[in-house]
């Protein structure tokens, strides 16, 4: 079998772009809440690649550990870890936040993350190899207004990201932080609520990165020589300099 790359909310945007960038090169175990489209994918790149699908919430500690342990034994010889799965909900100013999408943005994008890598990373370090890419945000970066909670949870993950280095660095593990700026997946119809017009009012324009474009770099980084680590890299559209600066188009 190829090596294993493990991919966390594979089921739409950069998630599912980044394992089929990967598919030709890895086994996949591909990962995601919507088993319709987990198995659509799958049946897709079956024809590329070994795939297994697992269908859990990353929050709940409890079912992360019970997907990751039910793998049959040559399954369990995870060489990539991509921590995709991660969630916006809202934008506000802290006085008006909504509890439920704090819960559910601090849960999503940071605890689930750090449950996935406890749950894996054993095994990285008892090899002494592994890869382990946590996708960002320039949120992580630069706060803006009414992102508070959002950037939080995302500067927590570049905190994470950096830990994780320095914790994994005696055992060869390359730990990797991506942190796109603005890519037209569904994240803005997710953090809106199913508002097209706020979600399209986003782009609106300019020309925004596309989930392919992190797909691509995510590729580069994990092929790179075991000697090299591309440790931190923030990815704009050419239209964008900051959180807040973007050149939009009439």
């Given amino acids: 079998m190829k090596k294993i790359a493990f991919v966390t909310g594979a089921t739409s945007g950069i998630g599912e ?22 198995k659509s994918l799958a049946d897709e790149l079956s024809k590329i690649t070994d795939v297994r699908t697992l269908s859990f919430d990353v929050s709940d500690a409890q079912a992360v550990n019970e997907a ?41 994008n940071l605890k689930g993350l750090l449950y996935v890598t406890r749950a894996i990373s054993p095994g990285m370090v008892e090899r002494k190899s592994g890869d382990i890419i946590n996708i ?14 959002y950037c939080a949870s995302k500067f927590g993950v570049d ?13 060869g593990i390359r730990v990797i932080g991506v942190h796109p700026g603005l890519v037209e997946t ?15 009012s986003v782009y609106k324009g300019i020309t925004p990165l596309y989930a392919e474009d992190i797909a691509e770099t995510v590729k580069f980084v994990v092929g790179r020589p075991p000697h090299v680590t591309i440790a931190d890299i923030t990815i704009f559209p050419t239209a964008q300099a900051s959180s807040t600066i973007v050149n939009r188009q009439s």
């Fill in 136 to 149: 960002g945000s320039i949120a992580g970066k630069e706060v803006y207004p009414d992102g508070n909670v």
């Fill in 17 to 38: 772009a980044i394992a089929r960038a990967l598919a030709p090169e890895y086994a996949l175990i591909i990962c995601g809440r919507r088993v319709k489209r987990l």
């Fill in 159 to 171: 905190a994470a990201t950096n830990g994780m280095r320095m914790d994994l660095n005696p055992y």
């Fill in 186 to 200: 569904e994240f803005s119809m997710v953090r809106f609520k199913g508002d097209e017009d706020k979600s399209e």
């Fill in 68 to 108: 990751v342990n039910s793998l049959p034994t040559e399954w369990q010889n995870i060489q990539v870890l991509v921590n995709n799965a991660g969630n916006a909900h809202g934008r506000a100013p802290i006085h008006e936040g909504d509890l439920e999408d704090w819960d559910a943005m601090i849960d999503g």
